[in-house]
């Protein structure tokens, strides 16, 4: 194989090309590889009433909520949990909407409810943040503590 190149170096200089092409491409997917993205799209509206029951739950809170949010633009879907004295409707969005907008909707939706029962309390509506260790950083060395605690700013920020 090596004497095929040797005699037609044409067909060498092309292979090399190739793989720095192919280089080049995986680069800008070399990002995604090692840092996924962990962002949930999901957004939640809770709401507690004291002493009703999970059916009354699902009756006066959640079927108002669910028929709100249901047909916001980019929601994927809406699934919801009753139980004694509180309720909650989770709203997933597609994976490339802007969550500061679908959070913004999700607010405006669930404001203009009035059929809400007087003895709920009024809606909690929040993003869902997930935080997971990706990777985690051991020190060791000949240092100090405190030139070792710097180091480890220094590489985190």
């Known amino acids: 194989m090596l004497r095929r190149f040797v005699i037609h170096p044409t067909a060498a200089h092309l292979l090399m090309v190739i793989m720095l092409v ?3 491409l995986s680069l800008s997917r070399l990002n995604t590889q090692f ?3 962990f962002g949930i799209d999901i957004v939640t509206v809770s ?3 004291s002493g ?3 059916e009354d739950m699902e009756t006066n809170v959640v079927k108002a909520l669910e028929s709100e949010v249901r047909f916001l633009d980019g929601v ?5 949990s009753a139980r004694e004295g509180w309720a909650a409707v989770y709203v997933e969005y597609n994976s490339d909407a802007d969550m500061q907008v679908a959070l913004g909707a999700v607010e ?3 404001s203009q409810i009035t059929t809400l029962p007087k003895g709920a309390e009024r809606p909690v509506i929040s993003q869902i943040v997930r935080y997971d260790t990706i990777s985690r950083l051991v020190l060791y060395g ?3 503590e405190i030139a070792l605690k710097r180091f480890a700013k220094d590489i985190r920020d």
Do not use: E, I, N, Y
Request: glycine residues 4%.
């Open 76 to 80: 994927s879907k809406v699934t919801s």
């Open 22 to 24: 192919a280089g080049l």
């Open 108 to 110: 405006s939706a669930v």
């Open 142 to 144: 000949p240092f100090s």
């Open 35 to 37: 840092f996924p993205d």
């Open 52 to 54: 009703a029951s999970a």
């Open 47 to 49: 709401v507690a009433w």
